[in-house]
């Protein structure tokens, strides 16, 4: 379900886990992307991967982090599913040592995939504070108030 906090709660955990993952942790924001076949140079950029070579981005990243431990986070996968499960598996079985963390509305449906489901949020006071974290990314003046707090969507 969209909207109920898996950016956050993965960020979350990329953070509680950052010592675990000596090469480091992180984040792959593939919301923007549209086009499948960029899933991989989207991931070699965010992870700061010079493109010095004529092969696919995806060999680059599998030989680059072949060695490493490193935590990857692809959050918004769900209209990329079938190129992030194969980037995932890519990268997995080419560093042994790696995780990735994938937030996504479906699965991957890959083998040894772990699933955790986010509930939507449930307490009034969650979906309130989700909701002014995310209008205060864009508006940092954004506050919620007895005002607007009553306000109703297109009231």
Same mark, same amino acid.
């Given at each position: 379900?969209g ?26 924001? %593939?919301a ?5 076949? &960029? ?54 079985s ?16 890959? /083998? ?9 949020? /449930? ?6 504070? %989700?909701?002014?974290?995310? &209008? ?20």
């Amino acid at each position: 379900m969209g909207g109920v906090g898996k950016t956050r709660l993965a960020l979350e955990v990329a953070a509680a886990s950052r010592k675990g993952f000596a090469d480091g942790v992180w984040l792959v924001d %593939l919301a923007p992307v549209r086009d499948p076949a &960029a899933v991989a140079a989207v991931t070699t950029t965010a992870l700061g991967i010079p493109d010095l070579s004529a092969r696919p981005p995806l060999e680059q990243l599998a030989d680059h982090l072949a060695e490493r431990q490193c935590l990857i986070v692809l959050d918004n996968c769900e209209h990329l599913v079938d190129a992030c499960a194969e980037l995932a598996d890519t990268l997995l079985s080419a560093a042994p040592d790696q995780r990735i963390l994938a937030t996504s509305r479906q699965t991957l449906g890959m /083998s040894g995939e772990h699933v955790f489901t986010v509930a939507p949020l /449930s307490v009034p006071d969650e979906a309130v504070e %989700l909701l002014r974290d995310r &209008a205060a990314a864009s508006r940092p003046e954004f506050d919620i108030t007895d005002a607007n707090r009553a306000v109703q969507p297109g009231a």
